[in-house]
């Protein structure tokens, strides 16, 4: 399988066409994963999206669902990646309408993590709401290799943000000794498009159902446990 290219997108690729940048993609593919993600790049077109796997040093997945008329209508996917790649951002035309951010986390495995493994939804829900009452907390499964995740969605503040919707994904892996936890955290971000026409294509169920494919190609990287 091809894995995205790791590389810093050059200024040079301002102004360039679709296919020029698709070429300049192919040349610069890698499939070590040592190496790290750009600093920011563009997604070319409907094939790049369906084909590449984004590979990091502590974790990789796959692209999200697309379609065409996400580049003739929306200007196409891109992104870039901070902390040294610890952190990916993806985004439908600039992240104004779909934004979506994985982010990696190493810590102690504690009594919040042996809940999460154990399904002990209701320990997990104190445990938040003293902080984000207004989320709403569930354990779902995913990833290659059948991670723990947990899921909050909550209610965005209307008056300030009349038109976003969020949920997030924190999927665990945890060492055999039970003493540390990684953790790939998905935040899927949605923005309401202003163009009625646009709103009915581009919902907050779709954003979910196309990052599907993200959390089904999800794999956590081993090196850390100890």
Known sequence: MKYIVLFILSLNFIGCSGRGLENAIENAMISSSGNKPPQSFRV????????????TEDFSFSLPSAKESDFTKMGGWDGMSMRDGKTIVLGLKDSIVY???LTVST???TERERAIESGDVSYINKL????????????????KENYFCEVREGVIDKHIYPNKEEISFGCYKFNPARTKAREVALILTY???NDPRLA???TYEDLQKRSQRILDSLYIKDGWEK
């Open 44 to 55: 070319a077109n409907l094939q790049t999206m369906k084909d590449y796997v984004f590979n």
């Open 128 to 143: 938040l709401h003293q902080y984000h009452p207004n989320k709403n907390i569930s354990l779902q499964r995913h990833g």
């Open 200 to 202: 009915e294509e581009y």
């Open 107 to 109: 810590m102690a495995y």
């Open 99 to 101: 934004h979506v951010e």
């Open 191 to 193: 923005n309401k498009p």
